[in-house]
């Protein structure tokens, strides 16, 4: 089996890379809704509100031990916990309104949500403060023990736990999660053996995300190097129709959190399992438009120098809205897919460079056989194979072996039984994808270029091609016609002078028609 030669590396955030929604997002935990929650949530907020931090203006304590905390380094970003703590630290000093005076709004909200902690710095605060404790000092001449307090309390004046309100919130473990101020949680979307993902929208943009977290703490473990790697290559991967889009990671209680585009169709798997629920299976143009946009996608990521190496039906997300093409970078992407949905390469956890190789296999039912047997010399092919598979799998192949002879005998170029007749070129180039040889399959950009996949663009283009040669042929016609007029009128030309004749001497003859011809609206062609 392949080893895991990753160099040591370290969850180091300094920025989540962007804009600061927290404003906002502060606002919102005012008068914030209940979030949904769905079955197969973890228990975050517990979690979180097990922790005790106190505060301190450099190094926040939290049961996290210092040095993990440092090296996750959560918090730089202007919504992550180092922020959030300076803040409710740091008195305002400008004379602009600074954020925590914005948090001001909050102060009514207090009363009615005692989750939310209050600034104690901000005027409104100390106002209420200071009048509570007026009124406190005024009760206090008829209770004793409220004058003593009323006298400690005017001795600490200048203890900044004067302004704090009488019971002060710990900094909530809530406040803590960047996850939970900036998005709501609607359910959950899928489970895989690195994160559980959920589909959220986020507070500040009202937009639908997919965000996925680690199942498990990441710290020191393996599953930091995968959780690194997903973002690694998010991160460079950047813009692709066909790879879905990413906006953010940041880790948080000792998980990765990935926010990525939301891809509303599910997956391709999710679209295998329907379909053969009901007895059918992806029809030939189908299987031809998903063979297309996934290489695509690969080509990309290919040209990156990068390959995937988990290629399967739950790693290929599928987009329906009519929006989901976005954007295309080259002349393949120009066009619009013929089945309506945009299929996109997602969980990048397993890429690496090709050039310098880390590899950390996939689903074993996806593997080609070099990359069990560690030849790594053609990774590229390694991808190609396994997404030979999944469409083959889309086809209505049977669930695929992780062993054994049936897993050989894929490996040696052996087509599994298909319920439909596909056609011999498709099958054939199927075939090519899961050649024991790596060199002889094709590469991502010969399959977005291949004949068989480009013939509905063939089609398209022929028909096209048709139209315009119907509408020579009507010009020459014309033209044809107008020169056999002009004829006749040069040989008799009294006709010319009737009413709805020919035209008269001196007029042009040839081509006066011109500007009509240019147009080719008729209807029929
Ligand atoms: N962007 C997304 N849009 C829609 N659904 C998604 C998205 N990302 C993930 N999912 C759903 O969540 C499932 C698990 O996601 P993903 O494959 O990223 O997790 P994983 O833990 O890395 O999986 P694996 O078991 O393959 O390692 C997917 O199969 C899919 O159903
Ligand atoms: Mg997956």
Not at 193 to 205: A, I, M, N, P, T
């Amino acid at each position: 089996m392949a080893s895991v030669n990753a160099a040591p590396q370290h969850l180091n955030f300094s920025s989540s890379g962007e804009e600061d929604s927290s404003d906002n997002s502060f606002d919102e935990w005012a008068h914030r809704s209940v979030p949904v929650r769905s079955p197969c949530q973890t228990p975050r907020v517990q979690r979180h509100r097990t922790r005790s931090i106190t505060v301190s203006p450099s190094i926040p304590t939290s049961p996290i031990p210092y040095a993990a905390w440092k090296k996750l380094r959560l918090c730089d970003s202007p919504s992550t916990p180092k922020s959030l703590l300076s803040k409710s630290t740091l008195p305002c000093s400008s004379s602009k309104p600074c954020r925590s005076q914005r948090f001001l709004r909050l102060s009514t909200a207090f009363d009615r949500v005692p989750s939310v902690n209050v600034n104690p710095f901000t005027p409104e605060t100390v106002r209420r403060n200071s009048e509570h404790h007026k009124r406190k000092s005024q009760r206090s001449d008829e209770d004793e023990d409220d004058a003593q307090r009323s006298k400690e309390t005017q001795n600490s004046s200048e203890d900044e736990n004067f302004f704090l309100p009488s019971k002060r919130p710990a900094v909530s473990a809530r406040m803590l999660s960047r996850y939970e101020s900036e998005f709501l949680e609607l359910s959950c979307i899928g489970v895989g053996e690195f994160g559980s993902v959920y589909r959220c929208v986020k507070r500040l943009d009202g937009c639908m995300y997919a965000i996925k977290r680690s199942r498990r703490p990441i710290a020191g473990s393996a599953n930091e190097q995968l959780a690194l790697k997903e973002v690694y290559a998010h991160a460079v991967l950047g813009h692709h129709p066909h790879v879905v889009r990413y906006y953010s990671a940041w880790a948080e209680d000792d998980h990765m959190i990935i926010q990525n585009e939301y891809c509303d169709g599910g997956s391709l798997h999710d679209a295998i399992t329907e379909k053969g629920e009901q007895g059918e299976f992806f029809s030939v143009p189908e299987l031809r438009d998903l063979l297309l946009q996934v290489s695509m996608g690969l080509k990309y990521i290919h040209s990156l120098g990068l390959v995937h190496l988990d290629i399967k039906p739950s790693n290929i997300f599928i987009c329906i809205s009519s929006s989901a093409g976005g954007e295309g970078d080259s002349e393949e992407e120009d066009e619009s897919p013929s089945s309506g949905v945009v299929y996109k390469i997602g969980d990048l956890g397993h890429v690496t460079s090709i050039s310098s190789p880390q590899v950390e296999e996939g689903d074993s039912r996806f593997l080609a056989y070099e990359v069990l047997r560690e030849d790594y010399t053609h990774l590229p092919k390694a991808d190609i194979f396994a997404l030979g598979l999944t469409v083959l799998l889309a086809a209505g192949a049977p669930p695929l072996p992780q062993n054994g002879d049936d897993w050989h005998s894929l490996r040696q170029g052996e087509l599994p039984s298909l319920p439909q007749e596909l056609p011999a070129p498709f099958k054939d180039l199927l075939k090519t994808l899961l050649d024991p040889d790596p060199t002889t399959r094709p590469s991502a950009s010969v399959l977005c270029r291949h004949d068989v996949l480009r013939k509905e663009r063939a089609g398209k283009l022929a028909a096209q091609l048709r139209k315009e040669l119907n509408v020579e042929k009507f010009r020459t016609a014309m033209l044809e016609r107008e020169l056999k007029e002009a004829r006749l009128a040069v040989t008799s030309p009294q006709q010319s002078s009737q009413p709805g004749s020919l035209p008269r001497a001196g007029r042009k003859l040839v081509g006066r028609s011109a500007a009509r011809s240019m147009s080719f609206g008729f209807p029929g062609y």
